[in-house]
């Protein structure tokens, strides 16, 4: 046999050593390693392994339970000191732990955000081995790929397991008098065994058996046909076709970024799925477990250009994990960024809890010297007082847990609310809280315990006992003025992140991007509406607060497919892709986006059905120097450039702007949305006299709309979510802060009592005393303002860098956080010395 | 004086038992036989710790052996007064039986 086999593993050992007294080490770890190597011979290795641990386990139980019993007194004198100092020390006791608690809550809540984040698509089965397929076309990243890509994807590379499409899609569902819209998708038969989306009624394998299935969540699946059993049941869709559901799915889970109520074949898009080369649909392929990946992806840069044959632009497919989806973008910045700023904040808030901590125990260890000369004297060594105030800031600490674990919960609610997510606090279930929790405990007790278990341990008896208190200007001065100097360049840098952060969020909300989106109605346009289209166009108009209607197919947000395009002097076999908005007449003078060249549509022309307006940067692109009249094409359909609109934002601010033209041709599918301009009084009115017109024109569609501002600022609706969930966390950072200078105050004060006695016997008044207290704390805010800003300046610099368009960091921000900080603390401080100040010296001067 | 557990006693007539042969591993190999349950160390060592504590037995060191990672062995024999506090659980458990014998116990 192995020699090696035959020995008890090293760590447990290790562990039985440190059962110190009574000789039970060489008991216990003699004997428990005598016996394992009989049962390695008799049950072999796995099973002595396991009895091995039990036996120590057992014994690291057994042993400190006897220990416990044995050093009892010691440990029992311990926490009574501790209590008696937390009863006798109410403020201070109160600070130290309601700082930490809040610190520790504000870490618990943000690293359960964090958690979530980082969890977001892990439960599929498959979640390494799927990657989506990323075209790049002119520098620009986008999700959507060509319909016609996945089927000759899968055929031409072997490495390729499994492929669906993901083409999102919004229906207008019905089953008897239920209507409603919902979100979902197209997909290929490989989808359900690709994605780990449970079926709970239905196989993956059979669900699009039929081109005419549907599937739905549970959700969705409830509200059309309530406790009945869906399966078999049919819905309308659309008004107009009939699918069958043959399965129902499990809700989506919120941390996939796959989100959908239900499920239909691909096959529903007829022939084109398998020839259009439009950009329409997400791809998702799995691939084989031992894929080269920087192999595979060089093989697939040319893929498109190799296939679509027409094109001679640089199209390049990139592969991205399943795994970056959520937290990086395609183009701008990656969210990811904001898992790091979270954990920075996470991190900076407990330790400035935990220096509030230190400056408080440092400080009132004056206070505990005759103790600790006390215990020195009887014969207590250096080690033993260490111990004695790690453990005391351990119990402390501990205590700001069960505390900061009852805020959580109570503040669990509100904080999902803010951050849109569904956190729970499962500590048992959760083998990362269990860690991080003791984890937390230890971090504090150690960082916030050992300078002070350090420093006053390290005094001699001698001058403990004599004076009853530390000499003055021993170390701790000079450290606790570091630390509040620390303490609040931290706070200042919070702030300032906070007011740039939404300097910047204004910025891009607010920011001219072409078109007015104000006071724009989007209405959704289904089977009945869009047949009366034009009458309902002429009748709408006619009301005194509609200014203008206009109508397109999709929202200017996510205004179009990209497309190839060519134009006179560059042929159809030498194109390049361009965004194609297919728009109704007026939607120009409707969004008020300004035509610097040529004309808008217009139905005295009957060509302009085939004739395009571009946006500058496809004029750009184009590099024609008199575009008008020019030829132009988007796929085969010819006609001539009539005009050219004013650059516009249609993505978020994020990206830039890219190519955009114009066509009153609806090929590539009907108009969805009508744009309503009306005027800014009544709103509530038009709306509702709009929803009476369309009843009568489609008695069967829902009246459903938007505000054009709405969707345009739901593109930040994570930036703004994250911004709000800063800016409550610098609110706490600054609380804790203010809390620890609170104590400082009151400390100062108490010690200097006497001091302002004589002084206000002499003569002092109020605002004197008040100026002579607060300025040592004025010049130590003032240290962290200089400390601060360069560190903000190029913590924010950096941030901005990441945004296609960024606001400035003006200097005002800066002053104006320092000026936030140095008024709050004053205030802070101001408090407990005017009552100092206040008090009747008679009293002060007999004090002590 | 404090009655001995049944663990207790069990520990006690396992050493008088082993004679010369009473260690850590002898010792829990027989009492687990004994009573057909599982004996952890942790819990053997407890129980030798009082009686140790109540010198009810003595150890004595034995020689090294490489065999168990350079630890000796220490042996256990029972002291006068352990026998006594032996002899006195025995003289009670036979007095609690006898006190029933005429009763059966069925």
Known sequence: MDKHKGHPPKLGQKLLSFLGHYEWKYFVSGDCGEEFKERVQENGRCRALLWYWEQVVYALAAYSKISTAVGGTMLKNYIKITWRNIKNNKIYSFINIMGLAVGMACCILILLWIQDELSFDKFHENYGDIYRTIPELQGTKYSSNPLALAGVFKEQYPEVRQISRFYQMFWLMKHGDKIYEERGALVDDDFL?????????????????????????????????????????????????????????????LNSHLQFDFLASMRLMGAREHTSWSYEARTYAL???????????????????????????????????????????????????????????????????????????????????????????????????????????????????????????????????????????????NVSTMFLLPGIILFTGLASGSYPAFMLSSFKPVNMLRRGKLQSGSGGFVLRRILVVGQFAATIVLIIGTIIMYKQLNYIMNKDIGLDRDHVLAISMNGELRESYKSFKNEIKQFPNVLNVSAARRIPTNIGHVNPVYWEGKGPEDYVTMTDASVDYDYFETLGMQIIQGRSFSEEYATDRENYVLNEEALRVTGLESPIGKMFSCWEDEGKIIGI??????????????????????????????????????????????????????????????????????????????????????????????????????????????????????????????????????????????????????LMDKLLNNYAY??????????????????????????????????????????? | MKELTLLEQMILAAIIALKEDAYGVSIRKRVEKLRGKKLMYGTLYNALDQLLRKEYVTKTKGTTSSERGGRPRIYYTLTSDGKNALRDSYNLQRAIWESISEFRLD
């Open chain 1, 287 to 429: 691939l084989e477990k031992d894929v080269s990946l920087p192999d595979f992806a060089d093989k697939i840069s040319g893929f498109v250009m190799e296939h679509d044959k027409r094109t001679k632009q640089k199209v390049v497919l990139h592969i991205q994990p399943l795994s970056k989806v959520h937290l990086y973008s395609l183009n701008g910045p990656d969210p990811v960024i904001y898992v790091y700023i979270f954990s920075t904040i996470a991190v900076a808030i407990l330790i400035i809890a935990c220096i509030n901590f230190i400056n408080l125990s440092t400080a009132r260890s004056n206070t505990r010297a005759k103790e600790i000369g006390m215990r020195k004297v009887v014969g207590a060594e250096r080690a033993d007082i260490i111990k004695q105030f790690i453990g005391e800031s351990m119990i402390l600490s501990a205590v700001a847990l069960l505390v900061a674990l009852g805020m959580v919960y109570l503040f669990l609610p509100a904080f999902n609310n803010l951050a849109e997510k569904q956190l729970t606090l499962n500590i048992a279930g």
């Open chain 1, 193 to 253: 065994s690709m994605f780990t989306f449970p079926l709970i009624q239905g196989t993956p394998e059979t669900v699009f058996a039929s081109r005419d299935s549907i599937v739905l969540t549970e959700r969705a699946a409830g509200k059309f046909f309530g406790t009945q059993d869906p399966i078999g049941k049919s819905l309308l869709v659309n008004n107009s076709a009939e699918l069958i559901v043959t399965g129902v799915l499990k809700d989506v889970p």
């Open chain 1, 806 to 848: 960024r606001t400035s960091i003006a200097a005002w921000v800066f002053i104006a956080s320092g000026m936030m900080a140095v008024c709050i603390a004053l205030l802070t401080v101001c408090i407990k010395i005017v009552k100092v100040a206040h008090s009747n010296p008679v009293d002060s001067l007999r004090y002590e």
């Open chain 1, 645 to 794: 609109v004013k650059n516009f934002h249609t993505r978020s601010l994020h990206s830039e702007i890219g190519p955009v033209i114009f066509t009153l041709s609806q090929r590539h599918g009907p108009h969805n949305y009508i744009f309503v301009k009306i005027r800014q009084d009544d709103i509530s009115g038009t709306i509702a006299s709009l929803e009476k017109k369309a009843a009568e024109f489609a008695p069967n569609d829902l009246f459903e709309y938007s505000f054009l501002d709405d969707e345009f600022n739901r593109q930040y609706v994570n930036d703004q979510r994250r911004g709000d969930i800063y800016k409550y966390f610098t609110y706490l950072a600054i609380f804790i802060s203010c809390l620890g200078l609170f104590g400082m105050a009151s400390f100062t004060a108490e010690q200097r009592t006497k001091e302002i006695g004589i002084r206000k016997v002499l003569g002092a008044s109020t605002p004197n005393i008040i100026i002579l207290i607060s300025k040592d704390f004025l010049v130590l805010l003032f240290v962290s303002n200089v400390i601060a800003w360069p560190i903000a300046y190029y």
